[in-house]
């Protein structure tokens, strides 16, 4: 069974940076968040394959945020810089036991974690 735990959330000024951390229980292989506002569908922001070679983005946060992962302690990051408020959701880490490129569709992950805060505020 695999679990993934996120940290890092809070709540910043839009312009601010912040990083999210997910700490897997076990070795996975593509890696992703998503994240998701009340009464809208999760949404994708980030991807990474298991090596971390192939990353992917959403347009609309290619080029402010950066995603990371360390094999060595099951971890993945996501570093947000230039925040704004259309940024305010619970993001969600997600992880799956398959190899390839990165993913972006939520329906490919088979394990998530259970969600960090995160509010901007203009």
């Known amino acids: 069974q695999v679990q993934l735990v996120e940290s890092g959330g809070g709540q910043v000024q839009a312009g601010d940076s912040l990083e999210l951390s997910c700490v897997a229980s076990v070795s996975v292989y593509a890696m992703g968040w998503f994240r998701q506002e009340p009464g809208e569908e999760r949404e994708f922001v980030a991807a990474?394959?298991?090596?971390?070679?192939?990353?992917i983005y959403a347009d609309s946060v290619k080029g402010r945020f950066i995603i990371d992962r360390d094999n060595a302690v099951n971890t993945m990051y996501l570093r947000m810089n230039s925040l704004k408020s259309d940024d305010t959701a619970v993001y969600y880490c997600a992880a799956a036991m398959i190899y390839g490129p990165a993913v972006s569709r939520p329906n490919e992950y088979g394990y998530w974690g259970q969600g960090t805060q995160v509010t901007v505020s203009s």
């Open positions: 990474c394959n298991w090596s971390g070679g192939d990353r």
